[in-house]
């Protein structure tokens, strides 16, 4: 059971729009969630998170919108740049005693110059 | 200066073979873990330590066992490798205190184990 999934594998865009990559989840349990960005041959970096408080969090050009009656989120990134290009992975964190992170399958971005 | 490290960064061995992963971390941090990420892409927990504790252990194989002789390092040791245990293994840290959310796991560069 996938409790955290992007259902689009790819995507594509022109250098200097944004870039919209989906997320979507079914476990209202989650605490917080964490994008994640990952380049080939490297571990994933943090990127941005959100509470599951919030509905919105912004850091330079990056912003993730939560609509938790939807279970759904979004990272927003404006203006995408070819450095951008990498595999963009979701997670959900519980909290708790565990600090447990659940991945999505992660959304390929290609940033055409 | 290499935040998470692991060694070896390729492993390429034959099935039935006994193989450990290194895992070391000059963050200070207080919590380690495990990840398993298979040919589909998806990257799986498989353990976490918090100041050299079990405090998650999915459903694995007891062929895996992680050993944290500090909460700088975290082992993983896999007996009889299989097939399907071919995969990139990436070791995390972060400064998680238990009950406290967001707090960013920072990762190694991953293991890509390949059986023969």
């Known amino acids: 059971d996938q409790q955290v999934k992007q259902n689009s594998p790819s995507l594509s865009v022109q250098e200097g729009r944004i870039s919209i990559l989906n997320c979507d989840y079914t476990n209202s349990m989650f605490d917080y969630f964490l994008w994640y960005k990952k380049y080939p041959a490297e571990g994933p970096t943090f990127l941005i998170s959100?509470?599951?408080?919030?509905d919105k969090n912004e850091d330079g050009r990056f912003t993730v919108f939560l609509n938790k009656s939807a279970k759904h989120l979004s990272l927003h990134i404006v203006p995408s740049q070819p450095g951008d290009s990498a595999v963009y992975f979701c997670a959900g964190d519980y909290g708790g005693a565990t600090n447990k992170l659940i991945f999505g399958t992660g959304t390929l971005l290609a940033v055409q110059p | 200066d290499t935040a998470v490290s692991q060694t070896p960064k390729y492993l390429v061995t034959q099935m039935g073979n006994d193989k450990s992963i290194k895992c070391e971390q000059n963050?200070?941090?207080?919590?380690m873990y495990w990840y398993k990420q298979d040919s589909k892409k998806f990257l799986k927990i498989m353990f976490s330590y918090n100041n050299k504790e079990l405090i998650i252990n999915e459903t694995v194989p007891n062929r895996f066992s992680p050993k944290s002789p500090d909460k700088a390092h975290l082992n993983l040791h896999i007996n009889s490798l299989e097939l399907g245990d071919s995969a990139v293994y990436f070791c995390?840290?972060?400064?998680?205190?238990?009950?406290?959310?967001?707090?960013?796991?920072?990762f190694g560069d991953g293991t890509r184990l390949s059986i023969l």
């Open positions: 963050l200070g941090h207080d919590t």
């Open positions: 959100i509470s599951s408080i919030k």
């Open positions: 995390a840290s972060s400064q998680a205190t238990p009950g406290v959310s967001n707090q960013p796991q920072h």
